[in-house]
């Protein structure tokens, strides 16, 4: 499979892979890893006649743990990610996420920009960003301006980004409690058919703070305030748990596809829900 011909461009700062966006608009895309838009390009569904390879621009990896503030620039690699000690201490759920994408030659070179800004609901990090409360920055004609992770994502492959606009890097709060990513899929190196993102803190026995997302369950990741506030305030019983899984249900819309029927989808979100709640819980 050869994709169309496309114009290639390398651009060293953020400026020069601006310009040409700017330029061509809707017929230039930025390559990261390549490991979503190459395979789509080789099989027609994309056509990107110029095409901006972001890797010698200047400034877009790496990773920062400043006191509890975290950056992440967009061309780190998953691999990165696992790799990184301090990352792994001020919020470990992104190793144990990140751990559960694909394969190690995919981690390799996927990027956390890409995954984040591809829209694709199978990709497991956007939910885990809305778990995390995580910003985006995003540059563009007019400069930098940031957005909720949790505001981003409008529809499968629609997010609030421009054509023109470039993601720079994610940023959120370290994380201190409990945390889990539980991820339910066919065989390994595949897409989630159902994945949980769960934080909680715990004082006195009792939960003060939680935050609840989930991946490949609706065209968007979602996070749920209702299945969040259902365990706020409790010790966690069953009848709390039960009362999160049933309203993350409510906000969850699965579709049928290769990897089941609705029915099943909604069985498998309530197991691994319930298991990344009871997870989290124990190291809380
Ligand atoms: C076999 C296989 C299995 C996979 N399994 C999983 C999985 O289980 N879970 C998972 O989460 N992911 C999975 N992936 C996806 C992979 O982890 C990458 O994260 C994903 O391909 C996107 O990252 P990338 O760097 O390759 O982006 P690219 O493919 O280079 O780009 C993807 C899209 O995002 C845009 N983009 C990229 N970077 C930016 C930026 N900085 N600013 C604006 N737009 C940008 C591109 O223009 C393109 O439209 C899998 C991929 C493969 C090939």
Known sequence: M????????????????????????????VLAGGHSL?????????????????????????????????????????????????????????????????????????TVGGNVANGDPGNDMPGLMQCLGATFTLFGPEGERTVEARDFYEAAYMTDREDDEILTAVSFTASKGGYAYEKQKRKIGDYATAAAAVLITKADGKCTAASIAMTNLSDTPIWSEDASNALIGTALDAAAIAAAVTAMLGDID???????????????????????????????
């Open 2 to 29: 050869i994709p169309a011909a496309f114009e290639y461009y390398r651009p060293k700062d953020l400026e020069g892979a601006l310009s040409v966006l700017v330029e061509h608009g809707d017929d230039a895309r």
């Open 38 to 110: 190459i395979p789509m390009m080789k099989l027609r569904m994309a056509e990107v006649p110029h095409l901006i390879d972001l890797q010698d621009v200047d400034g877009l990896s790496g990773i920062s743990v400043d006191g509890d503030t975290v950056r992440i620039g967009a061309m780190t690699t998953q691999h990165d990610i696992i790799d990184d000690a301090a990352l792994a201490a001020a919020a470990p759920i992104m190793r144990e996420a990140s751990l559960q994408i694909a394969d190690p030659q995919v981690r390799y070179v996927g």
């Open 254 to 284: 699965p579709t049928d596809d290769n990897r089941g029927p609705v029915e099943f989808k909604r069985h498998a979100a309530s197991i691994i829900l319930r298991r990344a709640i009871e997870t989290a819980w124990s190291r809380a």
